[in-house]
């Protein structure tokens, strides 16, 4: 049961990604049917309502999923302005998990957003100094210099992620945090050379 349960959630994974959010919902509601104790996939029904900017919908779902999660909660409480409540999830998730970069990318975003640039600031020093001696995905930029508002450089790291096939690519379609890149013209020639599929 684990493994059917499994297919229909990494189908629904790729659902999401395309943009295909009734289908994408339709399978992770299936692999919850399989599983109904997996948070994984329950979480996952919360960021479809995400990527489809139900971020109400999105909230109800994660906030019983307990402090695992807590991530989840935080983009949405970002994309709703309510950057005190998306700050302290970040910050939680970020001190149950560690300093990945990922998150760390997301939360310079997040401070920018609510006014804090020199917060996003210290972020990316700290990303760039530890990319010194470690990988980290041009995406992770990405994000923390759209918390400055510098759209030029974001696109020029997105671009780069292309290049160096960042898997966060696979969100670009969707992603909410890159709306504001969506009308320039690179973004729209990037999401030509991704070629997702319809």
Same mark, same amino acid.
């Given at each position: ?18 943009? *295909? ?11 919850? @049917? ?6 994984? &996939? ?10 489809? *900017? ?6 109800? #779902? ?27 999830? !970040? ?35 700290? #990303? ?6 470690? &990988?980290?995905?041009?995406?992770? !930029? ?15 790291? #997105? ?12 969100? #670009?379609?969707?992603?909410? !945090? ?5 009308? @320039?013209?690179? !973004? ?11």
């Amino acid at each position: 049961m684990e493994l059917v349960g499994g297919c229909h959630f990494e189908y629904g994974v790729l659902l999401a990604g395309l943009g *295909r959010e009734d289908e994408a919902t339709a399978q992770t509601n299936q692999a919850i @049917e399989l599983d109904p104790l997996s948070s994984l &996939y329950r979480n996952w029904l919360a960021a479809i309502a995400f990527f489809s *900017r139900q971020y109400d919908l999105s909230i109800k #779902l994660a906030e019983n999923l307990g402090d695992e999660w807590a991530f989840s909660l935080g983009v949405c409480y970002a994309q709703k302005k309510m950057y005190p409540e998306a700050i302290a999830n !970040f910050e939680k998730s970020i001190a149950r998990t560690g300093r990945q970069t990922d998150s760390l990318g997301l939360l310079a975003l997040i401070y920018g957003l609510a006014g804090r640039k020199s917060e996003t600031r210290k972020i990316i020093s700290e #990303l760039k100094e530890r990319s010194r001696d470690h &990988y980290v995905f041009p995406s992770v !930029f990405a994000y923390a210099y759209l918390g400055l508002g510098n759209k030029d450089r974001a696109l020029t790291y #997105l671009e780069q992620a292309y290049e160096e096939q960042d898997p966060a690519l696979f969100y #670009l379609k969707v992603g909410p !945090f890159l709306d504001p890149l969506r009308p @320039e013209p690179r !973004f729209q020639a990037l999401l030509r050379r991704v070629n997702f599929p319809q």
